[in-house]
């Protein structure tokens, strides 16, 4: 099968690798030449996606697998193309498509008869019928439905497993006819394998919802969920705060029954699901006030963990505060809507001098995200963890010389660390 992947990001490379493992030739696109030099050298781009690069040296010179910038090149007579660019909102909170418009502009003026088109990116719902599919047919002359079908089929795995999470978990499609869902739920079982879930109602494996917006809203709902969810374990977390009571314990004992799924208390929530997935969300259903309270109290918590930083250190002008992380998330070189940035703004508005460390990162990568660099071994007053990352959790006091107070955001400072002493927790208290 020959098939074409759009994106060559951190979703998108690791599923042209995975159709290439199974012996499909694959070719990606993408706008970055960086990105596509190395792919071509069989090099992994950006790191801490698990078996990435061991896979690429695999399926590159194996010949399964080429990059390029070229649509005319990559997209005439494949059959299948795989759209995986991203999709942002803009600071109204409405979704910004120019970049997925581009897209398929460039697809549409390249497809040939015969050819499914699944888009991956999470969309509002609706979307793929009603904008996407008919830029494709404006573009190539062609009909949706007659000369190419079109389906929605949104990724679900997380980024540094996505191996792994493409074999846990159900493969959602949804057609806007059935010949586009047959042919897609045929292509997924070519090129993807699933592990046994007992727990699951029906047979892991790829799932045919009926629908692009029954399988654009099951994305939505998936992230949507987990958002509101965290929002009210941030919600425990500062009344448990303020009561002297150890919100971790008690989210741990509420999860014990079988009907309690609560996410632990954090920060901040970033990364490209939580703070963007919502607000398409919203863009359908501006009325739901769940979501849009869920959503603002998530986005609230670096200006809190702040709050509470000064609460425990006095007064923050002056003091050089080292956040901990610039990563949205342990282990993963990403910065997109990542709290770093809303941690830092908080502690200048408070007069403080904000700096930066991340094991990820070099000085010159954060000075270019217009962050300053720290240097563990230097001397602060005060630090906040901001990011997981596990090296975080065996620092020590020549780590962070002179600071007062560490604020532990994460919960990743073990209790025996050596800053135990002036270690905060969010969400665990004191009396």
Not at 103 to 122: C, D, H, K, M, Y
Request: hydrophobic residues 40%; aromatic residues 6%.
């Amino acid at each position: 099968m020959k098939i074409a992947v759009i994106g060559l990001g951190k979703i998108g490379l690791p599923l042209a690798v995975q159709y290439a493992k199974k012996g499909h030739a694959v070719v990606g696109v993408d706008v970055n030449a960086a990105v596509i030099d190395d792919v071509n050298a069989a090099r992994e781009p950006f790191p801490g996606e698990a078996h990435l690069a061991e896979f690429l040296r695999e399926v590159v010179p194996a010949g399964c697998l080429r990059a390029t910038s070229d649509y005319a090149d990559a997209i005439p007579d494949v059959d299948v193309v795989v759209v995986a660019v991203p999709l942002f909102v803009d600071d109204e909170s409405q979704p910004d498509y120019s970049i997925m418009d581009s897209a398929a502009r460039s697809i549409g003026q390249n497809i040939t008869p015969g050819t499914l088109v699944s888009f991956e990116t999470t969309l509002p719902v609706g979307t793929t019928r009603t904008r996407l599919a008919p830029i494709l047919e404006e573009q190539s002359g062609l009909t949706s439905g007659e000369d190419f079908h079109v389906v929605f089929s949104p990724e679900r795995v997380l980024t540094g497993r996505v191996f792994q999470d493409l074999r846990r978990y159900p493969k959602i499609v949804g057609g806007l006819e059935p010949e586009g869902a047959r042919r897609a739920v045929e292509f997924y079982e070519a090129v993807l394998d699933f592990d046994e879930r007992a727990d699951l109602e029906r047979p892991n494996g790829v799932w045919d919802l009926g629908t692009a917006e029954a399988s654009e809203l099951t994305k939505l709902a998936e992230t949507t969920y987990r958002d509101v969810n965290i929002a009210l374990a941030n919600q425990f977390a500062k009344f448990a705060e303020s009561n002297g009571i150890d919100v971790y314990g008690v989210i741990d004992a509420a999860n014990s029954q079988p009907y309690s799924h609560i996410h632990r208390p954090g920060i901040a929530v970033g990364g490209h699901c939580i703070p963007v997935y919502p607000r398409l969300y919203l863009s359908n259903d501006p009325g739901a006030e769940v979501v849009r309270v869920a959503r603002a109290t998530n986005a609230s918590m670096p200006a809190y963990v702040v709050s509470k930083l000064a609460d425990a250190y006095g007064d923050l002008a002056g003091a050089k505060v080292v956040v901990l992380g610039a990563a949205y998330r342990g282990g993963v070189k990403e910065t997109a809507f990542s709290g770093v940035f809303a941690t830092v703004e908080a502690l200048e508005s408070e007069g403080a001098h904000a700096v930066v460390h991340d094991p990820m990162y070099g000085d010159e990568e954060l000075s270019a995200l217009g962050l300053e660099p720290y240097h563990l071994g230097e001397v602060a007053d005060a630090a906040v963890v901001q990011t997981d990352h596990a090296v975080y959790s065996d620092l020590r006091r020549t780590d962070l010389p002179g600071i007062r107070v560490l604020m532990d955001g994460r919960k990743i400072a073990a209790k025996d660390s050596p800053l135990a002493a002036i270690t905060l927790t969010i969400g665990v208290g004191s009396k």
